[in-house]
């Protein structure tokens, strides 16, 4: 029989013939696997407004496929991804964009991490695909010293993987012959719609992408003092969150910025592939260096600390 969801309810193998994601498995699948493999990726993305032409899932789709394909190769485990984030003050407001508080966020990965830390994953992959990367390093903090987890937790964005790539963007040099990507790597753009439309190419109007696909860029400070999406320049006294920006909601009311008319799977592919050829060899490195069960010394024990201490007392006096 067929499931009912083809979504749901299609087992994803890796290529050791073993499921991927973590909510598929039974529980003595899940304990088969953290005895083989205790990596897990935790994709956090969002929901939002991503143009007429992509879809408001764009981050979530990138971010799990790259995972997908990672742990297809390496034996490791996907995590439901997380599909709601964080966003700075300038996303709010668009049809569409789901804005989740960054200290609720905080809390409810720092709480799915201790969970996965419970159930065995020792090695947790924080796998960010939106932008909200001056986030997440705090909710790993709050899941080390106040949830008191023991484990290896990583933190990372998948465009960290294509930085080299990212800064060729805009400059006139070639990603590959013949290809390059003709504007810098911004939001709803070129790159990350060449991006959708590798990984979920059914997913794109290609067609309104084209007819549509022109914006362009406004700025409230100039480039040269301004990092652009990935902070792949890191000369730049701003990261762009670190400004209150031109607020999407008036000037980018169609939810994309840049000049997505130029995006084309070819690009996509380039930049996704190289991103999972990397990872996929970091991680094989992981393994190597922690096999499952092995950890660092990551964490402090509470009795370790001076304001447990001290040990001995006396009662208080009398009179």
Not at 11 to 17: H, K, Q, S, T
Not at 53 to 68: K, Q, R, Y
Not at 95 to 104: F, L, M, Q
Request: one cysteine or more.
């Amino acid at each position: 029989m067929k499931p009912l969801s083809e979504r749901w309810g299609r087992p994803i193998l890796n290529r050791f013939g073993k499921k991927i994601y973590l909510d598929q498995m039974t529980t003595k699948e899940l304990e088969e696997r953290v005895k083989e493999n205790d990596i897990i990726f935790l994709p956090v993305a969002s929901t939002e407004a991503h143009g007429p032409f992509a879809p408001l899932g764009e981050d979530t789709h990138i971010g799990v496929s790259i995972a997908e394909r990672v742990c297809y190769e390496c034996g490791c485990t996907v995590a439901l991804p997380i599909a709601y984030g964080s966003h700075p003050s300038h996303h709010y407001g668009l049809r569409g964009t789901i804005p989740i508080r960054a200290t609720v966020l905080i809390e409810y990965v720092a709480d799915v991490i201790k969970w996965l830390s419970n159930a065995g994953f020792k090695k947790i992959i924080v796998w960010n695909s939106h932008g909200q990367e001056y986030v997440l390093p705090i909710a790993k903090d709050v899941a080390i010293v106040e949830k008191e987890v023991h484990a290896l937790i990583l933190v990372t964005s998948w465009w960290a993987w294509v930085q080299d790539i990212l800064r060729k963007a805009g400059t006139g040099e070639e990603i590959k012959p013949d290809l390059k990507f003709e504007a810098p790597f911004i939001h709803a753009d070129e790159v990350e719609t060449s991006a959708t439309m590798y990984v979920v190419p059914d997913l794109v109007d290609v067609e309104i992408m084209r007819k549509e696909g022109d914006w362009g860029v406004k700025r409230v400070l100039p480039r040269e003092y301004v990092n652009t999406a990935g902070n792949v320049f890191p000369d730049r006294p701003f990261n762009w969150y670190d400004i209150s920006a031109l607020p999407e909601l008036y000037y980018y009311s169609k939810g994309f910025v840049g000049w997505p008319k130029h995006a084309s799977y070819e690009k996509g592919e380039v930049l996704i592939s190289k991103a999972i050829e990397r990872v996929v060899a970091f991680v094989n490195k992981l393994k190597e260096l922690y096999p499952p069960g092995v950890v660092p010394r990551t964490w402090i024990d509470r009795g370790d600390m001076n304001f447990d201490k001290p040990k001995e007392y006396v009662e208080p006096r009398s009179g």
